[in-house]
């Protein structure tokens, strides 16, 4: 969750990190700090609230050393921290970084130090006062006991520091990720990681540690990726990097294909405005080179690199995911067994090693994350794993860790998603998650001709998406007009149940209320009984052309929820004249394909959930109690 920014180099530190942790803010957080080198020692400030708390702090007592003045004095090596209160609630002192008992060794953290409470009583009944009530403070005091037991070794002190850091992170249990500076070692900052994600950016002269790229991506696109249980030591020209054991190993250089821009808003109110404006161009990236709409055809197995033989022989598919992305697994369920005539079960990554799943050689778990970094998602990708599974990840984020320890990776091409709540990113999964169980089909012998129109169709998608963008001034008038509601319900069948739950799950992030998808076929079994004169119930209508005996029933429930007096909102496709008269206000979008239908459909809702949303008031980027990239469990 957190945001964890380090630089060494020519240039101001306090500068620099600052505006990485700007960067950075879209990842929620509840207090931020700043560590820079100043002369021989540490100058540190922390304030609890948003970063323009600290900002003010830095104005009215700015640090000593804090600007790059090339006398060797400091000021060009820092840290950076945005927090998300776990240990502790958010005040200055549990803010980061955590200083030493000496305040010349500092540190920032992301994760939790599971076993911080035994560790916190060893540095007691050593003398050693903790002063903030966190896990992460523990890991500077440990730091600097270990980088003390080096003392008067030959070491120079970069690789002291890296040798404390191994020590340390051998005696720590949980997920982490370090980021540490010491006054004795001016010219180098150390990282480590363990299950939470921190890269290097590699610069002219100059480096950086980041949680996310978007941290550095003004000063390099050059970046490094860690691996699990590895420390770096990140000179101005350079990077050393070792295991937990001290063993060297090996890191993969690689460039981002994204530059700073890309994670500006370009003129729209908030990054979701604009992320929902780009999902056209967003679908065709990740459509670009892996289908020819003309003929329907896919080129996506030589970028798998997955022996067909493994698809062919699977026995069933298993989509583990979280939130947003579990519904996009709840889509590719569906095309999974129509196309590749296949069993597909869908599970929730943060239960599905807890109830001994039934996974092995001949299953294939498909894992579905924007991040890469998801913890639940993880940890279950690494017990199919265990198992025997072959795992193939549907993943936004190039060098993060879930693809890393995957058999096979399917990159969306979503590009840098800021807002915390999905947009982009979930029409990216979706469509990598048709072209997947195409692939299947083909590979398996499925319907040749049903797969290339489906194929074909999926190659208008862009087109399609663009043209349900250009209708929905009608959309956000109506959000408006609904502000004054706490309760919305959604309602889908077949491929519009996972748009409806959707839908549900972005009111609740953006707009705070109380809001439900269903499934419309349980309707009489419970969910009725919410249905009260005014309710807003949103219902998604599959196409008549595709099955008329769901359409029909599915028009019975609108029907039903009017006759009590709700306020039936209508999402169907275009020239579906059957709705007409039961819909208090109708949204059109595009006939396609049932299963490319949530393309389409989840749209307007986005935009509803985000103008609502906006017109309470809200931080539509940035929601309470949200954040980004959720790397604990």
Not at 80 to 99: I, K, S, V, Y
Not at 134 to 160: C, K, M, N, V
Not at 196 to 214: I, K, N, R, T
Not at 314 to 330: N, Q
Request: hydrophobic share 45%; aromatic share 4%.
């Amino acid at each position: 969750m957190c945001g964890i920014v380090g630089y060494v180099g020519a240039q101001s530190a306090l500068d620099v990190v600052l505006a990485g942790l700007r960067r950075l803010e879209y990842r929620g957080y509840d207090s931020a700090g700043v560590a820079v080198l100043a002369g021989d020692q540490v100058a540190c400030v922390k304030k609890a609230g948003k970063l323009s708390q600290l900002e003010k702090a830095l104005v009215d007592d700015p640090l000593p050393g804090s600007d790059a003045t090339g006398d060797g004095h400091g000021g060009a090596t820092g840290i950076g921290h945005t927090r998300w209160a776990t240990h502790g609630g958010p005040t200055d002192t549990n803010a980061h970084p955590h200083l030493d008992a000496s305040g010349r060794c500092a540190v920032v953290h992301n994760g939790i130090i599971e076993n911080f409470a035994a560790l916190r009583d060893e540095l007691a009944a050593r003398g050693t006062a903790v002063r903030s009530q966190t896990d992460s403070e523990i890991a500077a005091h440990l730091l600097a006991e270990e980088y003390a037991a080096l003392e008067g070794s030959a070491q120079p002190g970069g690789a002291r520091l890296a040798g404390a850091m191994r020590a340390v992170c051998r005696r720590l249990e949980g997920a982490f990720t370090l980021v540490a500076l010491h006054a004795d070692a001016p010219d180098v900052i150390v990282g480590a990681r363990r299950n939470s994600p921190l890269v290097v950016g590699c610069g002219e002269g100059e480096a950086f540690l980041a949680s996310d790229v978007s941290a550095f991506i003004d000063h390099t696109r050059t970046a490094m990726e860690l691996g699990q249980d590895q420390v770096v030591e990140v000179h101005p020209d350079r990077a050393v990097v070792t295991g937990f054991d001290g063993a060297p190993a090996d890191a993969r250089t690689y460039r981002v294909d994204w530059d700073a821009s890309a994670a500006e808003k370009d003129g729209h109110d908030s990054f979701m405005l604009k992320e929902i404006a780009e999902q056209p161009k967003a679908v065709a990236d990740t459509l670009l080179g892996r289908l020819d709409p003309a003929l329907g055809t896919l080129t996506l197995g030589p970028e798998l690199g997955l022996d067909p033989a493994v698809l062919r022989d699977a026995e069933k598919v298993v989509v583990i995911a979280c939130g947003t992305a579990h519904h996009a697994g709840l889509v590719a369920r569906l095309a999974v067994e129509r196309w590749a005539k296949l069993p597909c079960e869908v599970e929730l990554a943060s239960e599905f090693r807890y109830r001994d799943p039934i996974v092995g050689p001949r299953t294939l778990v498909v894992a579905v994350s924007q991040s890469g970094e998801t913890a639940d998602t993880l940890m279950a990708v690494r017990h199919a794993r265990e198992q025997g599974a072959t795992v193939l990840a549907v993943c936004n984020t190039n060098g993060s860790t879930i693809p890393r320890e995957s058999d096979a990776v399917l990159y969306t091409h979503a590009g840098p998603e800021v807002a915390v709540a999905s947009t982009k990113a979930f029409l990216t999964q979706l469509v990598a998650c048709l072209l997947l169980a195409l692939h299947l089909g083909e590979v398996r012998g499925g319907p040749g001709d049903e797969l290339r129109a489906a194929a074909r169709a999926l190659g208008r998608a862009p087109e399609d998406v663009a043209s349900v963008l250009a209708t929905m001034e009608p959309v956000r008038e109506l959000a408006r007009g609904l502000a004054h509601h706490e309760t919305v319900l959604f309602l889908g069948r077949h491929a519009g149940y996972p748009v409806a739950l959707e839908g549900a799950l972005k009111l609740k992030e953006l707009a705070y209320f109380h809001a439900e998808g269903f499934a419309a076929g349980e309707l009489k079994h419970g969910p009725i009984a919410l249905v009260e004169p005014g309710l807003p119930v949103i219902v998604v209508v599959p196409s008549p052309a595709a099955s008329g005996v769901l359409h029909g029933k599915i028009v019975s429930n609108i029907q039903e929820i009017r006759a009590r007096g709700a306020h039936t909102i209508v999402l169907a496709e275009e020239g579906d004249e059957a709705v007409v008269p039961y819909a208090d206000h109708l949204i059109r979008v595009p006939a396609v394909p049932p299963l490319l239908q949530p393309l389409v459909a989840a749209v307007p809702l986005q935009v509803f959930a985000c103008e609502l949303a906006t017109a309470r008031g809200n931080d539509v980027d940035q929601p309470r109690n949200l954040a980004k990239s959720v790397t604990v469990e």
